[in-house]
């Protein structure tokens, strides 16, 4: 039996390091949208104010080939996952960062990848109104999940003709990213959920009531909030009740306010 462990164990190591070592080495789950040029406009817009996004102007240059412009962050939704906007490909990836399958409590990709595509929208990188990108997303989300997709085919690129013709997805949601040269060198250092080394002004003073009850004081008595696990997965969000918000465990991160405070 011990001589059994010690082989897992050892498996286990090898395989782990491979992960490290060799990022690229496996089809991550996640999802690659294309554009014809000229549908959509992919520019940086408002991204590179975020201290979690990482802005890349043709600067990344590994060999005679691969140029990457654009901006890579992981998302704010699941930070298990990360986000690839290429300009030159006018190209949106996501993809898990490990290679482990999905388990029962992770969120649909379906749910992160139209998250994704509505933060891109509201800082400006993609070029639709509000109400556009909504209804653009949900169509190529639910053409991306039909049943037959078989039957209309593999369109890799979302143009045009999908607008008059026919309809016209990616490749399935959750069927396997088409991986970008060195990605994991193209993030930056800070997720979403970090929490800012910068002081800033006017904090607020948050008092714990009860095991999963927090006051804020300084703060409107109705305020938006989202409330993160330290790995960046939202368990909650919604509008503060009488200057409180319920914690459904701790630690936790409260993102409120423009600010994120770590609640314990």
């Given amino acids: 039996m011990k001589k059994y462990i010690i ?3 050892f498996f286990t ?4 390091a491979d992960e490290i070592e060799k990022p690229e080495s496996n089809i991550r789950v996640g999802t ?7 549908y959509i406009s992919l520019h940086f817009g408002e991204s590179c104010s975020k201290y979690f996004i990482n802005c890349i102007d043709s600067i990344y240059i590994w060999d005679s080939t691969t ?10 939704l699941d930070t298990n996952y990360a986000v690839f906007v290429n300009f030159e490909e006018n190209e949106i990836i996501m993809h898990r960062i490990s290679c482990r399958s999905q388990s029962v409590n992770d969120l649909p990709v379906k749910d992160i990848l139209r998250n994704e595509f509505l933060k891109l929208q509201e800082w400006g990188v993609v070029q639709l109104t509000k109400d556009s990108a909504e209804h ?3 169509r190529m989300i639910a053409n991306m999940t039909s049943d037959s997709y078989d039957i209309v085919g593999v369109f890799y690129t979302h143009g045009f003709i999908c607008d008059t013709l026919w309809d016209c997805g990616g490749l399935p949601v959750d069927g396997g990213a088409i991986m970008i040269d060195n990605w994991w060198n193209l993030l930056p250092d800070d997720k979403p959920t970090s929490i800012s080394q910068t002081p800033v002004a006017n904090r607020f003073n948050i008092f714990r009531i009860n095991r999963g009850t927090f006051f804020i004081e300084g703060l409107n008595k109705s305020s938006p909030y989202k409330i993160f696990d330290v790995n960046g997965i939202l368990l909650k969000q919604g509008i503060t009740e009488n200057v409180e918000v319920q914690v459904p465990k701790t630690p936790a991160i409260l993102d409120i306010a423009h600010q994120k405070i770590l609640l314990k």
């Fill in 7 to 9: 082989l897992v164990m």
């Fill in 13 to 16: 190591t090898i395989l782990f």
């Fill in 32 to 38: 690659d949208l294309k554009f014809d040029k000229g």
């Fill in 67 to 76: 140029i990457f412009t654009g901006i890579a962050y992981y998302s704010t």
């Fill in 136 to 138: 653009l997303i949900d």
